[in-house]
């Protein structure tokens, strides 16, 4: 199993450009997560699904666009980057609702100007 | 608000245990106690997770109070490799996911 995997690990973007980070995991789990972390913080929700074609908003949501069309696939879009969302994405997954881990990708450090 | 408090950091040798504290006063009966760790750089790893009784596994125990106000994670001879931060976090399995919410966490430096 490769686990969760998220591309690309780095980006630089303009003010004002768009694009999507990418999250896939092979695990077969229903429930998947993306967050942000910023310098000297902890880890805020930015939108989580708990299966393919529902999607809901975590704790800082704006600016940010989720799908979930695959069990497989979560992609995060930035509709319109501003410097504020220069921050490290990571995306994690589980298996289900109770307690049980959560596992994470690598991370991919984005980076506005 | 804050469901836990952790100290903000601390060292410790290495070969000897590292005892990480946190204080979670108002915990609810539903409310599991998890321990994840973030080396520089990486993605957050899960160590160990409890609900009242005391846990161990291979890379840590867990030591939680009987009133369960708080909570103590043990690596039992740490290594430079621990060198992490680390959080500890309260959540009910019967909330919604939004609910696994990381702190700041404490920052534990393995000194040779």
């Given at each position: 199993n490769a686990g969760v995997t998220q591309t690309p690990k780095f980006q630089v973007l303009k003010t004002g450009q768009s694009m999507t980070l990418q999250c896939a995991q092979?695990?077969?789990?229903e429930y998947m997560s993306w967050y942000r972390q910023d310098p000297g913080m902890g880890l805020r929700l930015i939108h989580y699904s708990v299966g393919a074609g529902i999607t809901d908003q975590g704790e800082v949501p704006n600016g940010y666009n989720v799908s979930r069309s695959t069990t497989e696939d979560f992609p995060l879009r930035l509709l319109s980057a501003a410097p504020s969302q220069t921050s490290v994405y990571f995306c994690a997954s589980r298996v289900g609702p109770g307690a049980n881990t959560q596992y994470f990708g690598p991370g991919t450090r984005l980076t506005v100007l | 608000d804050a469901k836990t408090t952790q100290p903000t950091s601390m060292d410790c040798a290495e070969g000897r245990a590292a005892n990480l504290p946190c204080n979670h006063s108002t915990i609810s009966g539903n409310e599991y106690v998890y321990w994840y760790r973030q080396i520089h750089s990486q993605g957050p790893q899960y160590i160990i997770h409890g609900l009242k009784n005391n846990e161990t596994n291979e890379m840590a125990s867990l030591i939680i109070t009987e009133d369960r106000k708080s909570s103590t994670l043990i690596l039992p001879h740490a290594t430079l490799r621990d060198t992490a931060v680390y959080y500890c976090i309260v959540r009910s399995i019967t909330d919604s996911w939004g609910k696994f919410q990381f702190g700041a966490g404490t920052q534990v430096v393995v000194t040779p």
């Open positions: 092979d695990m077969n789990h | -």
